[in-house]
């Protein structure tokens, strides 16, 4: 699938036997051996398919070959990892730098295996950016693009190299977390709300998000995981929807008795009893006393 254009010294060959000792490399031994355990080249190796993963500023393949019964590993890595322009516009996503839907399909059905891709201790992060619409109406479609490129740059600020960001598909994005439980996949998350947060603000923006998690502690594959962080992420937004109208019915009744009490005091021909403003006053207390709770 990987088709560069590379000169062949940016390129380094390494035949492994089935007790992983190198047969054969285009570098000396050493160095070879360094690779190995510098990209966890030995961690990947797979029984069934092709494996093709980025690691830093590598790219690295592996496929498994069978000669006189005997299986070996023939494994390319390119120094250049994915930068060439075909592997960008096929890849990679133009607005945000993170991998784009092309790749999440092709992980899906084991095209490309993303190490450490496994079925064990997989956690997903679905997210979705609540007012890009309001963005894009308000502001403009650049300003929509700046929303989606702040995301981005908030996702791989929060995530660590073996982890996996991708733009789904419009304001829709997808974390891949590995070897981390449900409890440090809620970290992630809050992390990257922070961080979205913070660019946020240093560009003069608001941007709204929810995200939705899964873990394969219960699930078999992908499509399921997803799934289960949409309805998540569903539910995340119902709940703020719900404490938006809380807000805003907190809003008007504080406006309403607001209204009436500057209606008492500076009403010309009554002057209001004590009774009623001391009946006003510690409502308009209480309700916003919850008011700033809420928006908390």
Request: charged share 30%; with cysteine; aromatic share 8%.
């Amino acid at each position: 699938m990987y088709k560069g254009r590379h000169r062949t010294k940016e390129i380094i060959r390494i035949v492994l036997n089935y007790e992983n000792k190198i047969q054969y490399s285009s570098i000396n031994n050493e160095e070879a051996y360094n690779y190995l355990k510098k990209l966890h080249i030995l961690d990947r190796l797979s029984e069934n398919s092709c494996v093709q993963y980025s690691y830093g500023k590598y790219w690295v393949i592996i496929n498994k070959i069978i000669i006189a019964n005997q299986k070996y590993y023939v494994i390319t890595i390119d120094l250049n990892n994915y930068k060439c322009s075909e592997c960008n516009k096929v890849l990679v996503d133009s607005v945000t730098g993170l991998y784009n839907r092309n790749y999440w399909e092709q992980i899906n059905d084991g095209s490309i295996y993303h190490y450490p891709y496994s079925k064990k201790d997989l956690s997903l992060i679905f997210i979705d950016i609540d007012n890009l619409k309001e963005i894009n109406d308000s502001f403009g479609h650049l300003a929509g693009d700046k929303a989606i490129e702040i995301v981005g740059q908030a996702i791989k600020n929060s995530i660590r190299k073996e982890d996996l960001g991708i733009r789904y598909g419009g304001d829709e994005f997808i974390v891949l977390l590995f070897k981390q439980d449900k409890k440090a996949t809620k970290k992630v998350t809050d992390r990257i709300r922070r961080e979205i947060h913070k660019l946020a603000v240093e560009q003069g923006m608001n941007i709204q998000i929810s995200a939705g998690i899964a873990c394969t502690d219960c699930l078999a594959d992908l499509d399921d995981m997803i799934e289960i962080a949409d309805k998540n992420l569903y539910r995340e937004k119902e709940t703020k929807k719900e404490h938006n109208n809380k807000v805003n019915d907190l809003v008007n009744e504080i406006r309403e008795i607001r209204d009436e009490l500057n209606r008492k005091i500076d009403g010309k021909n009554k002057i209001p009893t004590g009774a009623e403003i001391l009946e006003l006053s510690p409502k308009l207390d209480e309700l916003i006393t919850k008011y700033s709770e809420y928006r908390e």
